[in-house]
Every structure is written in structure tokens, then in C-alpha cells.
């Protein structure tokens, strides 16, 4: 079936560091492509999405190109930040579904 | 708007127990999701409701457990006389219709713990 595979963590940076959290996927068909982040105590939120293949997702300074040939959608950041400390979550939805299929999590600790 | 409201938050429970999780969605929003989080897991889908409705059931298992989105009031996700591996975070996210293209908003979270 479906499945997503990303990164296991902690991943730990320093301030301003270059980020990127790997995730690839296995899909039949035309999966839509997800990044969530959660944020300590709070609920999961929205960061990317692409809907078709050589798409980029981007949202704050956070962007990821979904690549069907090597079936992957790697989170990438140029320079992070302390706030950007959080759980990131890669996702995908099957053709026409509402279902998420979730990755793991990583978790990102950014030093100052 | 305050976004979709999950509670409790934390909820411990002896085994044999019964666990009522709650989720109001955002307002106008008629679809709710239930997703489990076992630890170290990503999350899994467990029940697609709309209000009255259960479209799909099939991420959840088939004893002591039951969800309910009635005409008034949140939704609930029921587990009778919980064990040790009901322990899991327990998600709910609202949206406006059906299909990843709307968009969810996600609640914070139920932790269920299991004593």
C-alpha cells in the first residue's frame, strides 16, 4: 500500500544553518504531496503542498519540489531560526481521497 | 474563528475504563477526521464523519470503538474498556468539504494514557 518514509531525528542545527528533512513516498497514480509542522502544544498545521509532479510547495522561506521520478518531496530552508524548532510531518493523499498517509515525524531543534 | 477545539487535552484512564474524546470543528465546517498517533508512528487514519454520517470507518478497529458526529454538538470518539495500547495521541481536523484539495484544520490533540 501507500506509505511515506522521511527522516528520522532529532535533527539539531545551529541558527542559520541549511535545512533539509528527506522524505520519499510509494504511491500508486497521482498522489498529492504534504509538509505539516507542530508546533510545541499546539495542533498540526499546514506548511506545503504540491498537487502534481515537478511542483514546488513553498511558505515561509520553507520549499519543496515534488519529484515523481525519484518519488520524493525533500523539505528544504536556507537559513533557520530558533522559532523554526518544531516536528515536521510529510504526507501524501492517494488520487481523488481525503486520507493523509503520514511519515513519521522529524523533529527540528535549532540552537541559537 | 477558534479553529477546530479538541478536549481534554490529557486523559488518563485505568484499563477497562472508557475514554470520550471530543472535537468541535471550525465553524462551517461539516467534515471531520480522526487520526491516531501511536508513539514514534506517524499518524493513521482511523473515521470520516459528516454531521449524522459515517463515510469511512475503515482505519478504525472494530471493537471499542465508535465515533459520532451528531446534528448538534462535537464530535466524539468513543473507546470502551481501554488497554494499554489505546496510549496514543488522537487527532481530529475539521474541513469544508471532501477531498485533501480543501484543506484540514488540525485540532491540538487528545494524549490518551492508559494506566
Known amino acids: 500500500g501507500d506509505s511515506v518514509t522521511q527522516m528520522e531525528g532529532p535533527v539539531t542545527l545551529s541558527e542559520e544553518a541549511f535545512l533539509t528533512i528527506n522524505c520519499t513516498y510509494t504511491?500508486?497514480?497521482?498522489?498529492?504531496l504534504f509538509w505539516y509542522v507542530q508546533y510545541p502544544g499546539e495542533g498540526l498545521q499546514l506548511l506545503l503542498k504540491?498537487?502534481?509532479a515537478d511542483d514546488k510547495g513553498s511558505n515561509k522561506g520553507f520549499e519543496a519540489t515534488y519529484r515523481k521520478e525519484t518519488t520524493s518531496f525533500h523539505l528544504e530552508k536556507g537559513s533557520v531560526q530558533v522559532s523554526d524548532s518544531a516536528v515536521y510531518f510529510c504526507a501524501l493523499s492517494p488520487d481523488s481521497n481525503y486520507q493523509l498517509i503520514w511519515g513519521a515525524g522529524t523533529k527540528l531543534i535549532i540552537k541559537p | 474563528n477558534a479553529g477546530v477545539m479538541q478536549n481534554p487535552r490529557h486523559l488518563v484512564r485505568r484499563r477497562g475504563q472508557e475514554a470520550r474524546l471530543r472535537c468541535s470543528p471550525m465553524k462551517g465546517h461539516s467534515h471531520v477526521y480522526w487520526y491516531r498517533q501511536l508513539p514514534e508512528e506517524g499518524l493513521k487514519f482511523m473515521v470520516y464523519l459528516q454531521k449524522e454520517n459515517i463515510i469511512d470507518e475503515s482505519g478504525m478497529p472494530k471493537e471499542r470503538f465508535s465515533a459520532e458526529f451528531p446534528k448538534e454538538g462535537p464530535s466524539i470518539l468513543r473507546i470502551q474498556q481501554v488497554v494499554r495500547g489505546d496510549s496514543a495521541a488522537y487527532f481530529c481536523?475539521?474541513?469544508?468539504?471532501?477531498?485533501?484539495?480543501?484543506?484540514?484544520?488540525f485540532g491540538s490533540g487528545t494524549r490518551l494514557t492508559v494506566v
Open positions: 504511491a500508486t497514480g497521482y498522489p498529492s
Open positions: 504540491a498537487t502534481k
Open positions: 481536523a475539521s474541513s469544508p468539504g471532501t477531498g485533501t484539495e480543501y484543506g484540514y484544520t
